[in-house]
T-cell receptor
Framework: KAGVTQTPRYLIKTRGQQVTLSCSPISGHRSVSWYQQTPGQGLQFLFEYFSETQRNKGNFPGRFSGRQFSNSRSEMNVSTLELGDSALYLC????????????FGPGTRLTVL | AQTVTQSQPEMSVQEAETVTLSCTYDTSENNYYLFWYKQPPSRQMILVIRQEAYKQQNATENRFSVNFQKAAKSFSLKISDSQLGDTAMYFCAFPGGSQGNLIFGKGTKLSVKP
C-alpha cells in the first residue's frame, strides 16, 4: 500500500496570505488528523476528520480550518498567515479506531515571511 | 489535563551500546495505548513500538523494548545494540481526548556515535 502523501513538501508565503495543504491517506483509512510541529511548542493536534466530518479539534484559532472529501483526502487551510504559523504540518491517517496506529506523511514545511 | 513529559531533551550513546529514554504521562483513563515514535532527520514520523495499558507484559520489537509501569505512569524506551540509523528524535505519545488524537511529549534527540 502506498503511504500517506502530502503536498506540497515546501511552501513559502508572506504574512496575510492564505495557504492550502493537501493530504492523501493510506487507501482504506477514513481518519485523517493534522498536527503542527514547531521547535517551541512541539507537536500539537489541530483537528481530525472522519468520513468527511470533523470529529475532534485542538486548541487553534479559527484561521485554521480543514475539510475531508469523499475519497478521504483532506485539505487544511490557514488564512491570514502570521509569522508564528511557520511550522512543519504533519498529516496522519488511521483506519478509525481510537487506538489504531497513526501513519504519518512526510509533512509540509511552511515558511511565513 | 492529559500530559506527556520527556525529561531528557538530548542523549547520546555509542554504537552497539544500550540507551533508555524516559517518558511519564498523566491520564485518568484506565484503558489506553502508549506509543513511541521516531522522527529521523528526513522528518518522516515512524512508529517504533506500542504498549497496551491493560497488558502487564512489556512490548518488544527487535532491539526496542519498553518498561511500562502503569501505577507510576512511566513508559520508557530501551534501545539495545544502538545503530547509527537510530539517530533521530524520539517522541512518546498516547491518545488523548475522546477520539484518540495523539498527545506528544517534547521529544528526546538521540545521537548514536560511531
Amino acid at each position: 500500500k502506498a503511504g500517506v502523501t502530502q503536498t506540497p513538501r515546501y511552501l513559502i508565503k508572506t504574512r496575510g496570505q492564505q495557504v492550502t495543504l493537501s493530504c492523501s491517506p493510506i487507501s482504506g483509512h477514513r481518519s485523517v488528523s493534522w498536527y503542527q510541529q514547531t521547535p517551541g511548542q512541539g507537536l500539537q493536534f489541530l483537528f481530525e476528520y472522519f468520513s468527511e466530518t470533523q470529529r475532534n479539534k485542538g486548541n487553534f484559532p479559527g484561521r485554521f480550518s480543514g475539510r475531508q472529501f469523499s475519497n478521504s483526502r483532506s485539505e487544511m487551510n490557514v488564512s491570514t498567515l502570521e509569522l508564528g504559523d511557520s511550522a512543519l504540518y504533519l498529516c496522519a491517517s488511521r483506519s478509525g479506531s481510537s487506538y489504531n496506529e497513526q501513519f504519518f506523511g512526510p509533512g509540509t514545511r511552511l515558511t511565513v515571511l | 489535563a492529559q500530559t506527556v513529559t520527556q525529561s531528557q531533551p538530548e542523549m547520546s550513546v555509542q554504537e552497539a551500546e544500550t540507551v533508555t529514554l524516559s517518558c511519564t504521562y498523566d491520564t485518568s483513563e484506565n484503558n489506553y495505548y502508549l506509543f513511541w515514535y521516531k522522527q529521523p532527520p528526513s522528518r518522516q514520523m515512524i512508529l517504533v513500538i506500542r504498549q497496551e495499558a491493560y497488558k502487564q507484559q512489556n512490548a518488544t520489537e527487535n532491539r526496542f523494548s519498553v518498561n511500562f509501569q502503569k501505577a507510576a505512569k512511566s513508559f520508557s524506551l530501551k534501545i539495545s545494540d544502538s545503530q547509527l540509523g537510530d539517530t533521530a528524535m524520539y517522541f512518546c505519545a498516547f491518545p488523548g481526548g475522546s477520539q484518540g488524537n495523539l498527545i506528544f511529549g517534547k521529544g528526546t534527540k538521540l545521537s548514536v556515535k560511531p
